[in-house]
């Protein structure tokens, strides 16, 4: 089990972003895939979660409206689509993987973790 996450860089604030986790290795409809990310000097943190098998979606209340997670199965990628983004938005972001059905930001649930990129927000 692989996840690669990529798409992170430098934009403005109220800019837009779009990262990818490719997932290699496993059947991404089976799994739950996480977005989480991490600032520094400070503990990681759930943003947002599609489900196994039915696709749900879940976002911590920061990037509620502005954050949107959806999957392509037959590219086996996840995607955040960032929007309106924010200086506090300035983290490095990471995928994770959880197989079944978990609706919760539990960071020790996640078995599987990509390496994490850089999105930094600053004019």
């Known amino acids: 089990v692989q996840l690669q996450a990529s798409g992170g860089g430098l934009v403005q604030p109220g800019g837009s972003l779009r990262l990818s986790c490719a997932a290699s290795?496993?059947?991404?409809?089976?799994?739950?895939i996480g977005w989480f990310r991490q600032a520094p000097g400070k503990e990681r943190e759930g943003v947002s979660l599609?489900?196994?098998?039915?696709?749900?979606?879940n976002y911590a209340d920061s990037v509620k409206g502005r954050f949107s997670i959806s999957r392509d199965i037959a590219k086996n990628t996840v995607y955040l689509q960032m929007d309106s983004l924010k200086p506090e938005d300035t983290a490095v972001y990471f995928c994770?993987?959880?197989?079944?059905?978990?609706?919760?930001?539990?960071?020790?649930?996640?078995?599987?973790w990509g390496q994490g990129t850089l999105v930094t927000v600053s004019s």
């Open positions: 599609i489900t196994s098998s039915g696709g749900n979606t």
């Open positions: 290795g496993f059947t991404l409809s089976d799994y739950t």
């Open positions: 994770a993987a959880t197989l079944g059905w978990l609706f919760r930001f539990w960071i020790e649930e996640y078995d599987y």
